[in-house]
């Protein structure tokens, strides 16, 4: 068990400290409570940072006070009120860094957002609310000067991921290969299609931004009196990126009928409303920015993530089941398979989709 009290004294918090509780469900970092025993105190958010998915420590803090500083900064220059609520806030040790190491874990603390929610209901009109919220992260980030590392390294590269995929066919390690031939195949056949992100990039044709990479409806903070959306949480994947990795892979679970490891392929259906809403607020507070051919390429973006995690779910399970949590032998595979399907139906929906997000430019946003 932590010492929190120990850890709690880098740290340039006020107040005595009454508690400490878990807070959260999170599957990467352990998250707590600090709560101050003056009821006119803030409390706070203690993290205990994976420094196994996130190696480099220093980059990651060096992106999460960075991009929290640059909107807030961008908040009060709009004459914003309740700053404090609506970008997170990270409390500085007494030694002036963003964390501190105890000789084995690496501990943050943030400002706790009072009367504050989330939720994980997936609906039109709360995907409507993410594409604004997470639209307008990216847009109040498209000015910001200071470069930001790359937490995870190719984390949303196809090429990279198409490399490690080939690498897991050719060795076979787990003789897993001769089960799944057919997906191998598949897969295979739009390899190139499905690396243009890439390509367009190395030819100028396409920039890279400063991305969430990890949309879900429950990375965003509600206010829990009124509803209102308060602001993004859950910063640690904030990076370089093609503005794709959160827009397709939001849809990629939000707009799919089935989870992600549904056995039953049949269950597997692409939703068009929730693509529909999701998209009119993300273009609504991202068309200031997006050039015409991210626009052009954003029906692409919603193939090319459930077309990614096929292939790692596919790769891992080929690597013997070595990166992702598995309930059973064949998880990863019935995973591959799920995600496989719903790519294939969102390429063949992809006409539809761009006729769509033309009626949104034309009808919704510029009239």
Not at 10 to 17: A, E, L, T, V
Not at 55 to 60: F, I, N, R, S, T
Not at 91 to 110: A, C, L
Not at 137 to 163: A, Y
Request: charged letters at 25%; proline letters at 3%.
């Amino acid at each position: 068990m932590y010492n929190f009290y120990e850890i709690l004294k880098h740290f340039s918090i006020k107040g005595i400290i009454k508690h400490v509780i878990p807070l959260g469900h999170g599957l990467i970092n352990d998250t707590f409570k600090v709560e101050i025993q003056d009821t006119n105190s803030t409390d706070y958010v203690l993290q205990r940072i994976n420094s196994e998915i996130f190696e480099d420590v220093e980059g990651l803090q060096h992106n999460v006070v960075a991009t929290t500083f640059h909107i807030k900064n961008k908040l009060v220059e709009a004459g914003a009120s309740d700053v404090d609520r609506k970008v997170l806030t990270f409390v500085p040790t007494i030694y002036g860094k963003s964390y501190y190491y105890d000789g084995k874990d690496y501990w943050r603390v943030s400002l706790f957002i009072p009367k504050s929610v989330t939720y994980d209901l997936v609906n039109p009109y709360y995907s409507y609310l993410a594409g604004k919220a997470f639209g307008q992260f990216q847009s109040m980030l498209s000015d910001i000067n200071v470069k930001l590392v790359e937490t995870i390294p190719g984390f949303h590269n196809m090429e990279l991921r198409l490399r490690q995929f080939k690498e897991a066919v050719d060795a076979d390690v787990a003789a897993r290969k001769s089960e799944v031939t057919d997906l191998i195949d598949s897969i295979t056949s739009f390899s190139d299609k499905m690396c243009i992100a890439e390509q367009l990039y190395r030819r100028g044709m396409l920039p890279k931004r400063i991305c969430h990479c990890d949309t879900k409806v429950n990375n965003m903070l509600f206010d829990s009196e009124n509803k209102e959306f308060l602001c993004i949480i859950d910063l640690d994947t904030v990076m370089p990126s093609f503005v794709f990795s959160d827009y397709g892979d939001f849809l990629r679970t939000a707009a799919n009928t089935a989870p992600e490891d549904e056995p039953d392929i049949s269950k597997i259906h692409f939703r068009m409303d929730i693509f529909n809403s999701f998209t009119q607020g993300y273009l609504e507070s991202a068309k200031n920015f997006l050039t015409d051919i991210e626009i052009e390429y954003l029906p692409f973006a919603v193939s090319l993530f459930p077309y990614m995690q096929s292939v790692r779910f596919l790769t891992d399970y080929l690597n013997g089941d070595t990166y992702y949590k598995t309930s059973y032998p064949e998880h990863n595979k019935v995973r591959a398979y799920a995600q496989y399907e719903l790519f294939r139906q969102v390429d063949n929906l992809k006409k539809e989709l761009s006729d769509n997000i033309t009626n949104i430019m034309s009808y919704r946003i510029f009239n």
